[in-house]
């Protein structure tokens, strides 16, 4: 009994009331510390070995009650208080989540990767960043799917609704819901988004910024990228390109354009009635930034951002340039909950709604993870308030003073203010077994440091509510 009700503890500890409500009777609730604990993630790792935890964790996952959705509206929850008043961007994006071949096939998970030969489901998060600072503040949705290998319809002709693509308005629209309390929302999304629905039917109180991949008819009979290379070029500025794949750092010098542009609902590309519902013209603002003087066999950057914002100036169009680049933060985001932190990949679990939920659980794991590892890197930035409630600030104190007064120098000492979210990584990074020197003569901590440590957290946590019930 005891035990119960200490899983019961630990899920409001991570998700807040909804899913101890959700899981009240069961006893797997304490998976998101599973989760945390054993990153590499296949059930009997998750649940230390022990059959008991096992079924305890699956039947968890197996609960009709626990759905992605629920999971996603208790994390974005959260997040919902942490944004009020703030210059939010909500970035979504969607990532394939691979499991295996033609056995994971057999299993009843749908076709992905190239040719659609692997099996595996897709994962669609997103994430909401603090626009001016950069900081992840939480999640603000994320949803979850099989892909349906039995729909007869040809893409073409399948309505809206069906659609595959139909995500990214889903995804606008819960940013419009879960962050009302910001001060302002764009959402930003890659060019696989460029579609005319997004730009039509976006709530009234967010707005989006989406990289251009078509080249639309405007009303003034122009095509799109015609007209953005007529444009005057109105300023330049030099931005430091970061490592990526194959491609090292460097320095690109970026000559901007912008203007006001009305773009022309499409003829083809989607079901007949759903296309008649759509106005016939959107009004949009045009950034267009492209590279001068590129280095020889450097492909140039060349962005066409289309938004709801209007640019008018240098200034707002500079901006512009800048909240598309944190884009990058959902990459990041990605191969934290791929490779180093909890490999989801690598899950063995033959059961697709109940990997689903899986996958949900972990994805709500990885914001907090990679919200302490950028804290690592931007030390003076983030409030603690962005990761953790209010009552975890006395104990992470009284955890931090412990490792403290048996520390034999100064440089072990945490260096970082109280009210800082890097105060609280030094310490999970601590409870993680890490040494708390920077740099030498230990790596910095990373995810999956990081991963261990909020589990013992968590598990301290539950202890220290017990105790205090009991007394
Ligand atoms: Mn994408």
Redesign the pocket.
């Given at each position: 009994m005891q035990a119960i009700r200490c899983t019961h503890l630990g899920a409001e500890a991570v998700f807040g009331w909804r899913v101890r409500r959700l899981a009240a009777g069961k006893k797997g609730a304490w998976c998101h510390a599973a989760l945390v604990a054993h990153p590499g993630s296949c059930i009997l790792e998750l649940s230390g070995g022990q059959r008991r935890g096992e079924i305890g964790f699956g039947r968890f996952l197996r609960n009709p009650a626990v759905t992605v959705a629920a999971l996603s509206a208790a994390a974005a929850e959260r997040t919902a208080t942490r944004v009020a008043g703030r210059d939010i961007l909500a970035i979504q994006?969607?990532?394939e989540i691979v499991l295996g071949g033609p056995k994971v096939r057999k299993a009843g998970f749908g076709p992905v990767g190239r040719g659609g030969f692997l099996g595996g489901v897709l994962l669609h998060p997103v994430l909401a960043v603090d626009a001016i600072s950069g900081e992840l503040v939480g999640l603000a949705d994320i949803a979850v799917w099989n892909r349906d290998t039995q729909n007869e319809l040809h893409h073409a002709k399948r309505p809206l609704e069906q659609k595959e693509s139909r995500k990214w308005l889903n995804g606008t629209r819960r940013a419009s819901d879960t962050l009302g309390k910001a001060g302002r929302i764009t959402v930003v999304?890659?060019?696989?988004?460029d579609l005319y629905e997004d730009f039509a039917l976006k709530p009234v109180n967010v707005h989006v910024l989406i990289r251009a991949s078509s080249n639309r008819n405007l009303v003034n009979g122009c095509k799109l990228f015609d007209h953005a290379d007529g444009l005057p070029e109105m300023g330049r500025m030099t931005v430091n390109i970061p490592v990526s794949p194959g491609k090292s750092a460097r320095q690109a010098r970026l000559a901007l354009r912008f203007g006001p542009v009305t773009i022309k609902r499409p003829e083809r590309g989607m079901p007949s009635p759903d296309l008649k519902r759509l106005p016939q013209a959107v009004g949009l603002h045009l950034v267009d930034i492209r590279e001068v003087d590129a280095p020889k066999g450097v492909e140039p950057i060349h962005w066409r951002l289309l938004t709801s914002h209007i640019i008018e100036d240098f200034g707002a169009a500079r901006l512009m340039l800048d909240f598309y680049r944190k884009r990058w933060i959902i990459e990041d985001y990605f191969r934290t909950l791929k490779s180093a932190g909890f490999k989801v990949e690598d899950a063995r679990m033959t059961d697709p709604a109940g990997f689903m939920n899986f996958l949900a659980l972990a994805a709500i794991a990885a914001v907090t993870v990679t919200q302490m590892l950028r804290a690592r890197n931007n030390p003076s930035g983030q409030p603690l308030g962005d990761a953790f409630d209010p009552d975890d600030k006395p104990l992470l104190i009284a955890i931090c003073k412990d490792y403290e007064g048996e520390a034999p120098t100064e440089r072990q000492k945490n260096p970082h203010p109280p009210d800082t979210l890097a105060f609280a990584s030094w310490i999970i990074a601590r409870l993680g077994a890490w040494t708390g020197y920077y740099g030498k003569p230990g790596p910095a901590p990373g995810p999956a440091t990081l991963s261990r440590g909020l589990r013992r957290y968590h598990e301290i946590k539950y202890g220290a509510r017990i105790a205090t019930e009991i007394v």
């Open positions: 994006d969607t990532s999304s890659d060019r696989e988004s």
